[in-house]
């Protein structure tokens, strides 16, 4: 029984009915074959509603036996047939591992020739294993489509059909059939004879006896599916002599269309026609030709339904159930105008009615010119097309009152392509917020989303991986990995601070980094250096190297049994990297891979426990395909690892769609469910339809037939379903424009048709009416226009383009600052306030720290250090080699130099052998000098003040609370500041203030305690800071202490070099132009702007800077008293 119509809602009505009407017995389940968890979950809703709903459902959706097509049919098989297993040994998994054991032994045959020299140099057998696997899904192609071809070449006939005649297979291609009668040969007795094609050619030789109808279901709903192969249509037209069939099947024109065809391909008939009769094709069309003249849309898009349709009515007996229908106040035919009041609604009805484009054009119809049935959307990139949905939604919502966001399906062609943008712009608005749309995500594939199967991807690709030090974290980001070793999210910041420190970058040893081409003995580094230093610091504390180890101090105490786990863990990844080298049989492999998981994950919750079990049963049947197929072959981790992943991440119609939110979802066949508005996104010229390469041995395209699938006419009748599908809207969105050039971007090709339908029947006009083209940025000020018709939910940039000064404003609006208590600052702050302020406003009073970026990153050794890197490691020689000499005054600077760069070596923080040695005398060289003039000046003034100077003063609500250290006095009590600084504080003839402004605090505390000179020891000159009177010395920290509490209400607008730059200026400049220079830089220095983020926020111009005068200002009261104290004494 065939039941159409162009509305699947009267289809599924109809199908509750009928079920309502004729019950099954108690015991009896529903058998419902669908071809997508969409129009599953669909028709399940449907049966249960209660019976006083409107349309009137069952009142629950239980019994229900709902599945794939090809699964029904093969249980059909085994029901009739009785001697079938569960599975065939001809099915594609099976194959491809039958396939993977038989070519190598054929390539010496002449037929095989071309596979041969596709496979040579295969060393990892890589192209096999995909040769296998493409085989044996062409061959599982050819037992549903071509199963006369498979029967012959089984007969030792080597040929095709080619237009309903055999031809010989072409002499490239003669291996298909002997490889077919390979395949054959190599099958046990048992086996032999259950390819798809035989079988199937068994049943239908098969009268179906009373008993075998006992095994099979009393009723089959076949709902909504677009496309069948001709087998499966057999298969249901033999059942239906003992099993109630019912086929709702949805037909989007009420009229015979089953000839029509494609404008372009009746362009061809024509010319070929022309040419053959020129005489006759000056007159008006013929009788015969009239086909050619159908709607265009229909013919361009719906081949696929076309051929099903046909197809159907070849087996179709409408006079055995129709007058039962009608008996029933019932119709087979549930044809349904959809009106003419739209624009969507137009073109629905155009090709219900099988219109052509004259009729079209010729048929009176009302033009509203506010209709927005069915719209355009030009973006620059998914993420605009994204938000531009978002809007375009929120607008909907607010229009229609009524509309639910289960309304509303959205669907792409890649949902994976574009899930990152949709959790992006629909996921970070919070559920309080009025904007908030619910949504859900359907058709992605688990491997990619649970980070259960993404640790599991990544310890199976161990192998090759360089171990890196964020590929370990990422590891212990998986709750059931570290369930597994004792391991919390509050662990991580302590373990990554450990692993920074203890000098981990890559690698697991000195071994494994030697399987990547590195030299031998190379373990500095490497996971098991840090490690080593980790446990020994435990073990020895702060004590010296032991055995070339530096310890590592900072593990202790209850933090051990971290360190603990982290060895384990190591230990376990260094186990697993060599056992997944090897070449394993399947049955070895499956051990191997379930100690893996015992090894690395404990459950967490369900999710984890269920993906646990899709692992166990990915493993389960992966290895009887093995054993269906005879394979024992030891085989690489490449190909178990793609296996068994692309087994757990199949999807099947257990899938969550139509969960009461906006579904998102792939464009995939048979997903067009009614909703009221339908918004399709990505039609891009080269993303729709999609491309799929077929391999140049798949001979089906050679002879194409009815029910014959392509990914092509798949996606064409799909965009088809979509346009018929939405009942209120369709919404159609492309990256129209080039996001760098704003060049325009052709849609895809079906976009075109239907624009130029749309023109044809129409108008130009009416076309431009309906489509959108929008601005590159969603804060851009045409959306905020009263003369654009771009409106925004985006209120966040509303404020900025209603209220220009907020964005002439250089800082937005801060809270109050606290008056409870004073608040504590350091003597470090205010030098932090004289070297750049901005920087010291952003961290202090927003908490905002400009980093420099690593050069190296977490996951690569030092190969050169330079910058800030070099300075820190010279500051902390400094500070060692001062520390040393405290304990003994006379030591020999430069071994303990050597001794303390050898130190650093250890821990890591030097470059590898031979670099490290290198870089090590050239970050001794130039300390070598401050140091030693460092040691002669404590030889002068040998008294060191043992305890630390306090330093309290109060201005205001601030509380400077400090202590003074490295003042010294000689034998006529005279004190002196002793700094040994690690760089040179010249470059070129400009003085580096920012050397002194750090130091100028410092200085004018040690006044307080008694006039104190601080002498400065550069490797490239000595400086002086002259003594104060203590009075003038308040004076100032009471000044700095007052701009530090300004600069936290608002950043002062002046900075170390620059302020320097301009109150020393050189005889050949003024102070401003010299500011400029060095704020902006030269051809030979970089500006100080370029160097700090805080300035480039906030003044990226010294325009910026000086423009209230403030800078001027400030540069002489705050670094003024630097230079009139300051003494220079160059030692070059």
Known sequence: MIVQSNRLEALRELTVEWLKRHPLPPLENEVLLVQSNGIAQWLKLALAEDEADAGGGCGIATALNISLPASYVWQVYRSVLGDLTINSAYDKQPLTWRLLRLLPSLMDRPEFVPLARFLKDDHQQRKLFQLAQRLADLYDQYQVYRADWLDDWSKHVDCMSQKGDKIPLPEGQLWQAELWRQIIADMSEIDRDTSRAQVHQRFLKTPITPDMALNLPKRVVVFGISSLPKQTVQVLERVSQVTQVLLCVSNPCQYFWGDIIDPAQSRRLFTES???????????????????????????????GRDYIRLLDEFDQKDSYEEHF??????????EEPGEDSLLKQLQSDILSLRSLEESKARPRSMDASDQSLTFHVAHSAQREVEILQDYLLGLFAQHPDLRPRDILVMVPDINQYAPHIRAVFGRIGFEDTRFIPFTLSDQGQRHQAPLLIALESLLNLPGSRFSVSEILDLLDVPALQAKFGITALDKPLLHHWIEDSGIRWGLDAHHRESFGLPPEQEQNTWRFGLKRMLLGYTLGQEDA???????????????????????????????????????????????????????FIAQDSRDELLLTRIELGLQTWQEHCEHAAFSDPLPLHMVRDTILGQIDQTGLNQRFMAGAVNFATLMPMRAVPFRHICLLGMNESDYPRQVMQPDFDLMPLDYRAGDRSRREDDRYLFLEALLSARDGLYISWVGRNIRDNTELPPSVLIGQLRDHITTISSAERLQRVTFEYPLQPFSLAYFSAESPHRTYAK?????????????????ELPPLSTDAQQPISLAHLGQLLKVPA?????????????????????????AIAGLEAWTQRQQLVESILHQLQIEPELDIRQQLQRAVMQQQRRGQLPLAPFGHLYAEELIAPLVTPLTSYQQRSAEFPLAIQHSEKVLLEQGLLLLDDNLLDIRINSAGERRRLLALPSQVWQGKTLKW????????????????????????????QLFLKPLDAQKATELLLQLMASWFDNLHSPLPFSAKTSGA????????????????????NYQLMGEVQQNLALQRLWPRFEDLAQDGRFVELSNRLFQPILDHLILNTLK
């Open 274 to 304: 022309f040419k053959r009769h020129p005489l006759k094709w000056q007159t008006d069309i013929s009788d015969e030709h009239l086909y050619l003249h159908a709607n265009p849309l229909l013919g361009s898009w719906g081949k696929q």
């Open 326 to 335: 009608q008996q029933q106040k019932l119709s087979i035919d549930l044809f």
């Open 546 to 600: 032991w055995q070339d180890i530096e310890p590592y101090a900072e593990v202790g105490g209850l933090s051990a049994t971290l360190a603990g786990a982290l060895v384990r863990f190591i230990d376990r990844l260094d186990s697993y990297w060599l056992q997944l080298q090897a070449t394993l049989t399947p049955p070895q492999w499956v051990s191997l891979l379930r100690d893996l998981c015992q090894d690395f």
């Open 796 to 812: 966040e940039w509303q404020d900025i383009h209603l209220d220009p000064s907020i964005m002439a404003s250089d800082i937005f």
């Open 839 to 863: 920087q010291a406003f952003f961290a202090e009073r927003l908490g905002v720290i400009f980093n420099d970026p690593d050069p190296t990153g977490e996951d690569h050794e030092a190969f």
């Open 994 to 1021: 920012h050397h002194l402004a750090r130091q100028w605090p410092y200085h004018l505390a040690a006044q307080l305690k008694g006039e104190t000179l601080t002498e400065i020891l550069a490797p490239d000159t």
């Open 1062 to 1081: 301009f109150i020393r200026p050189t005889k050949e400049n003024t102070g401003l132009k010299e500011a400029h220079e060095a704020y902006h830089g």
